[in-house]
Nanobody, 127 residues
Framework: QVQVVESGGGLVQAGGSLRLSCAASARTFSNYAMGWFRQAPGREREFVAAISASGASTYYAHSVKGRFTISRDSAKNTLALQLNSLKPEDTAVYYC????????????????????WGQGTQVTVSS
């Protein structure tokens, strides 16, 4: 069983920045592809960004590309999401997810492929 715990959410003005962190309890964190998803009120959970187990491959949703950056530190078992140039439409609960993966280079884009999820952290962007 892997536990993932998000932190770093908060209230920020439009144009501001936040850094989300995700701590994972996996003993072999470097074997897990990781991802960030978000869910706004009344909307379905949507993909935000993903990173491969090795960290060499990343993928972003079109709506956040160029503004958000996903990264991982396998020595510390942590995942991060840097959110820049935030917009009110970025307001959502952000979730960290982990998928045990034999491929070091594969990014995982579908929520249904992830095995473990955190409880989420709220990001609110005011206009």
């Amino acid at each position: 069983q892997v536990q993932v715990v998000e932190s770093g959410g908060g209230l920020v003005q439009a144009g501001g920045s936040l850094r989300l962190s995700c701590a994972a309890s996996a003993r072999t964190f470097s074997n897990y592809a990781m991802g960030w998803f978000r869910q706004a009120p009344g909307r379905e959970r949507e993909f935000v960004a993903a990173i491969s187990a090795s960290g060499a491959s990343t993928y972003y949703a079109h709506s956040v590309k160029g503004r958000f950056t996903i990264s991982r530190d396998s020595a510390k078992n942590t995942l991060a999401l840097q959110l820049n140039s935030l917009k009110p439409e970025d307001t959502a609960v952000y979730y960290c997810a982990a998928d045990w993966n034999l491929s070091q280079s594969r990014v995982v884009l579908r929520a249904s492929d992830y095995d473990y999820w955190g409880q989420g952290t709220q990001v609110t962007v005011s206009s």
